[in-house]
C-alpha cells in the first residue's frame, strides 16, 4: 500500500495534528471501508494528518528476507504491482529490531519517519511517511498510527487474500502453501508472563514441519512437529497430526490425552509417523508438562548456560507402541529461554552452525529475533538450499504474576 499525496513540493508548515479527524476516528472509517480499502483509508487520512507527501505500508515477508511495499489497489493492473527490499542491514530492519521509530533528513528538505507496524509482539511490517516537519508530538502520533494499523491490519487480513499474496515473496507450492495455513497467524505473541516466537526456513522439498501455540486464562499450550515425507504428503500428513492436536486442546483435553489422539490419528488413517513436542504451561507457576514424541531435545537457557534437556522419548505419533506417552515435568524459572528444534536445524549443511553459541549471542534479543536469527543461520550454512524444514519455537519465561490466584489443573 502506497498512498501519495500528487504535491511537486513539499509545504514547510507545522503538521495539521488537531484540525482533523482523531486516531478514533480513523479506526471507524476503516471499519466502515472494505477490508482491501481500510489500509487505504488510513493512508490518506495521514497524508492530511501530518501534511505528508506520502505515506507507505511494507509488509515483512514471509520468510522474513524481504519487504514487500505495495501500490493502492487502484495503482497496478488488478492492484498487484510490488517493490520489494532486502531487509538485512536496512534501516527497516534496524526498526523492527529495536521496535523504536526512525527519522532521518530527505534530499528535499523533510524528513522520512519509519515505525513499527506490531501487534502483541508480531511485526507485521512498517509505516514509513515523508513529512515536512517533525517534533515530539508528530512522532508520537505517527507511533500510534502505526500501532492502530497493526490491528487494523490483523483484523482485516481475514477477509482478503491481499495481506497474504503481499507477503508471499518466493513462489509458494501447494504443500508450502498447507503448510503455511497450518502455522499460527501470528509468528510472535507477548504477555505479562512470557514471550513465545517461532521461525521455519523451508526446505526445497517441503517437509512438513509445524510449530503452534494458543494461550488460555491460566495455561500457554505449545507444540512442535515434524511430519515424515516431502512435497504434499508430508503436508497432508502435518494436516493430520495438527488437527487432531488442535481438537483435542480446544476440547480441554489433558496433555497425555492429546497425544493419545494425534497418535490415534496417523494410526487409523494409515498416513505415517510424526515426530513432536507438546508443552502444557501453567502460567501462575512455571510448572511445565511435557511429552517427547521421537522429537530432539529442547535447548534451555539458564544464567548464561546452555544446555539439552535430559528427556525421556516415546516412539513418533504413529508408530504402534503399548507404552503410553510419558508426561515429563520441569519447572521454568524467570529469566529461562527455552529453544524447540525440528531435526532440519541440525542435520546435514545446518549441523555446521553452533547453536548453543548462537543462542548465547542473542539472548539479549527479543524471542523473535533470536528465532529469526538462529534461522537465518542454518540458512545460509545451507547456501539457501535445505534439504529439510528447520524450525525453531522461542520461548521467554519473564515469571508468573505474583498476585495470581492457582488455577491451573492438570
Known amino acids: 500500500m502506497r498512498v501519495d499525496s500528487g504535491k511537486k513540493q513539499r509545504q514547510p508548515r507545522e503538521a495539521a495534528v488537531d484540525d482533523v479527524l482523531g486516531l478514533g476516528d480513523v479506526l471507524a472509517e476503516a471499519e466502515d471501508a472494505s477490508p482491501v480499502e481500510s489500509v487505504d483509508v488510513v493512508a490518506r487520512n495521514l497524508l492530511k494528518r501530518f501534511g505528508a507527501t506520502c505515506v507507505s505500508f511494507l509488509f515483512v515477508d514471509l520468510i522474513g528476507e524481504e519487504l514487500v511495499r505495495l501500490t493502492t489497489a487502484d495503482g497496478a493492473e488488478n492492484g498487484r504491482r510490488a517493490t520489494r527490499i532486502g531487509l538485512r542491514g536496512s534501516v527497516h530492519e534496524k526498526v523492527l529490531m529495536s521496535q523504536r521509530p526512525h527519522v532521518e533528513p530527505d534530499e528535499e528538505g523533510g524528513h522520512r519517519a519509519i515505525s513499527p507496524v506490531t501487534n502483541r509482539g508480531d511485526c507485521v511490517g512498517v509505516l514509513e511517511m515523508t513529512l515536512p516537519h517533525t517534533d515530539e508530538r508528530v512522532l508520537r502520533q505517527v507511533d500510534e498510527a502505526a500501532h492502530a494499523l497493526a490491528y487494523i491490519i490483523v483484523t482485516d487480513r481475514r477477509f482478503t487474500d491481499l495481506y497474504h499474496w503481499g507477503r508471499r515473496t518466493p513462489a509458494t507450492s501447494l504443500a508450502a502453501e498447507i503448510q503455511h495455513q497450518l502455522l499460527p497467524s501470528a509468528a510472535c505473541c507477548e504477555a505479562e508472563q512470557f514471550a513465545v516466537a517461532g521461525g521455519l526456513v523451508p526446505g526445497d522439498d517441503i517437509s512438513g514441519d509445524t510449530y503452534d ?5 491460566d495455561t500457554l499450550h505449545l507444540s512442535i512437529t515434524d511430519a515424515m515425507g516431502h512435497d ?25 490425552e492429546q497425544a493419545r489422539q494425534a497418535h490415534q490419528a496417523l494410526l487409523d488413517h494409515d498416513r505415517g509417523m510424526a515426530t513432536g513436542q507438546l508443552l502444557r504451561i501453567c502460567l501462575d507457576t512455571g510448572s511445565v508438562q511435557l511429552v517427547n514424541a521421537g522429537h530432539p531435545r529442547p535447548l534451555l537457557l539458564r544464567d548464561g548456560t546452555v544446555e539439552e534437556l535430559a528427556l525421556f522419548a516415546n516412539l513418533p505419533f504413529g508408530v504402534a507402541s503399548p507404552t503410553a506417552f510419558q508426561v515429563q515435568e520441569l519447572e521454568l524459572r524467570p529469566g529461562d529461554r527455552l529453544f524447540m528444534l525440528t531435526d532440519g536445524m541440525q542435520e546435514r549443511g545446518a549441523a555446521g552452525v553452533d547453536l548453543p553459541a548462537l543462542i548465547r549471542d542473542t539472548r539479549t534479543r527479543h524471542p523473535r529475533e533470536a528465532a529469526r536469527h538462529l534461522a537465518t543461520a542454518v540458512r545460509d550454512a545451507c547456501g539457501g538450499h535445505l534439504e529439510d524444514d528447520a524450525t525453531v519455537l522461542c520461548l521467554d519465561w519473564y515469571g508468573a504474576r505474583t498476585d495470581a490466584p492457582r488455577r491451573c489443573t492438570p
Open 213 to 217: 501455540y494458543a494461550l488460555d486464562r
Open 232 to 256: 504434499t504428503e508430508s503436508a497432508l500428513l502435518a494436516t493430520l497430526l495438527l488437527g487432531a492436536l488442535r481438537g483435542a486442546r480446544r476440547a480441554g483435553c489433558g496433555i497425555a
